[in-house]
């Protein structure tokens, strides 16, 4: 029988372990996509508790304790931290099938050295155990993030993030860069409810006044050259559900945003007219600062009420929403291209529906020289699970070419997740092992391990660079 979490966890063929143990591990991490907090880094932040570190900003655990029913005020409330903690352990055994019990028994391993499964009745001593090393000057947020090997990282910040933790970071000697990314939601979210707050706050910023289309975009243009400047290589939208894109002239777009500057609210088909336009505007501004544009598509956020008022919009209770509209996508993407304005493109599907659509998608847009120009994202969100990284790397090898991949990001607000990375090795690895011993690849461990190492890590950082 094979042990569970040791050093050849998911590795079954001897070949696809020695790619692990002699390529993979040691390889450093980029993560081109997360929602750490920076301030922590740059401060490298002592946690109390292994509660602050592990469970409190991490929606993943948030949901699968909601759906074994635990009570809201032990997952976000305001009971004690190791109340809190307890719940959490008091579910963990029941997240057995979920990735999540393989992450966190990896981490628990990793971080502090304990090989057990977490429940209620070794809770007390893990909290103990975790706490004591947690309590030590060298085990802040920014040297757990070191001990994972991260050589870069990329964060999510709205448009007007003032980005001075950032700033600071840069400033310091550290070994590991992060930069911003630029999430975009907020540009084009015309009709919600804080979008005026938002847009008082983008004026005040840039000084400028927004009256019309025109000097809304060139506030955006301002901080889009802010972000820059601050070493921004990559922006962000989330496309939610199944994605609608429309051409629109700039005319019918100028008469959309001021009827929306005086009636503040837009009737659907006119919303989606009016992002229209402004995607279209910002893949442009992406493509002329060679920064790469993600797009998230297939989520489904407005779930429950109950929980979106309770714990905001982010709160782990999203669903899988629509297949994409791939005409809209291939309108949006086709429309810069014909412009030669068609950035390098990250397309990520929470719809596992969607995996050969968008791994087809990778030919169907080119640039001399740029290899892979559109990229299917690594698997992502519900999907980063054992079964759903297998089907985006075969997706990927079957409809383009797996060996132009840009590897794993984590999605997460969890300094731990960068765990995430080396459960994607360990299952790329098994994958290529078990070719190679099917007489599917050659056996030629030169070229194997070199598909290895630039899967891993070289193409994401050859493919970052401006």
């Given at each position: 029988m094979k042990g569970f979490n040791d050093k050849d966890f998911l590795l079954k063929s001897d070949y696809g372990k020695r790619l692990y143990h002699e390529v993979a591990a040691a390889l450093p991490i980029i993560d081109p996509h997360n929602h750490i907090d920076t301030a922590s880094l740059a401060v490298n932040k002592q946690f109390e508790n292994i509660y602050q570190l592990w469970v409190q900003n991490d929606p993943y655990k948030h949901r699968a304790m909601r759906i074994y029913g635990i009570s809201e005020a032990l997952i976000t409330g305001n009971e004690p931290d190791y109340e809190k903690f307890r719940a959490w352990a008091e579910c963990f055994p029941s997240t057995a099938g979920n990735p999540l019990f393989h992450w966190s028994c990896m981490e628990l391993k990793q971080l502090f050295g304990i090989d057990w499964i977490l429940n209620t009745n070794n809770a007390k001593q893990v909290w103990d155990i975790a706490n004591e090393k947690l309590s030590k000057g060298n085990f802040g947020a920014l040297d757990i993030v070191k001990s994972f090997g991260v050589e870069l990282l990329s964060t999510s910040d709205d448009l007007t993030d003032t980005l001075e933790h950032h700033i600071v970071f840069a400033k310091q000697q550290n070994g590991i860069t992060c930069l911003p990314s630029l999430r975009a939601d907020s540009i084009i979210n015309f009709n919600a409810a804080n979008f005026f707050a938002w847009l008082n706050q983008l004026q005040s910023q840039t000084g400028v006044s927004v009256t019309d289309i025109d000097t809304y975009q060139l506030a955006i243009i301002n901080r889009l050259d802010f972000f820059d400047q601050a070493g921004c290589l990559l922006s962000d939208h989330s496309l939610d559900g199944?994605?609608?894109?429309?051409?629109?002239?700039?005319?019918?777009?100028?008469?959309?945003?001021?009827?929306?500057?005086?009636?503040?609210?837009?009737?659907?088909?006119?919303?989606?007219?009016?992002?229209?336009?402004?995607?279209?505007?910002?893949?442009?501004?992406?493509?002329?600062?060679?920064?790469?544009?993600?797009?998230?598509?297939?989520?489904?956020?407005?779930?429950?009420?109950?929980?979106?008022?309770?714990?905001?919009?982010?709160?782990?209770?999203?669903?899988?929403?629509?297949?994409?509209?791939?005409?809209?996508?291939?309108?949006?993407?086709?429309?810069?291209?014909?412009?030669?304005?068609?950035?390098?493109?990250?397309?990520?599907?929470?719809?596992?529906?969607?995996?050969?659509?968008?791994?087809?998608?990778?030919?169907?847009?080119?640039?001399?020289?740029?290899?892979?120009?559109?990229?299917?994202?690594?698997?992502?969100?519900?999907?980063?699970?054992?079964?759903?990284?297998?089907?985006?790397?075969?997706?990927?090898?079957?409809?383009?070419?797996?060996?132009?991949?840009?590897?794993?990001?984590?999605?997460?607000?969890?300094?731990?997740?960068f765990i995430r990375h080396n459960y994607y090795r360990r299952i790329l690895c098994n994958l290529l092992g078990e070719w190679v011993e099917n007489g599917w690849l050659p056996n030629d461990w030169d070229f194997v391990s070199e598909l290895v190492k630039n899967i891993s890590y070289h193409n994401i950082k050859n493919w970052l660079t401006k």
């Open positions: 199944g994605f609608t894109f429309s051409a629109v002239t700039k005319l019918d777009a100028t008469e959309l945003f001021a009827n929306l500057l005086i009636s503040k609210k837009l009737a659907d088909n006119e919303l989606v007219q009016l992002q229209s336009y402004f995607l279209d505007f910002l893949g442009k501004e992406y493509a002329k600062r060679n920064w790469v544009m993600q797009l998230h598509i297939g989520a489904h956020r407005f779930t429950s009420t109950v929980l979106r008022n309770k714990v905001g919009p982010a709160g782990g209770y999203a669903c899988i929403g629509n297949t994409a509209h791939i005409p809209s996508l291939c309108l949006f993407l086709d429309g810069l291209d014909i412009e030669g304005l068609l950035p390098k493109t990250i397309l990520y599907t929470l719809n596992p529906a969607d995996n050969a659509a968008f791994a087809s998608l990778t030919g169907s847009y080119a640039e001399d020289g740029v290899k892979a120009k559109v990229q299917y994202g690594p698997a992502w969100w519900y999907n980063d699970h054992y079964e759903g990284i297998l089907q985006q790397l075969k997706a990927l090898s079957s409809y383009g070419l797996l060996s132009t991949s840009i590897g794993m990001t984590t999605d997460s607000r969890s300094i731990v997740s």
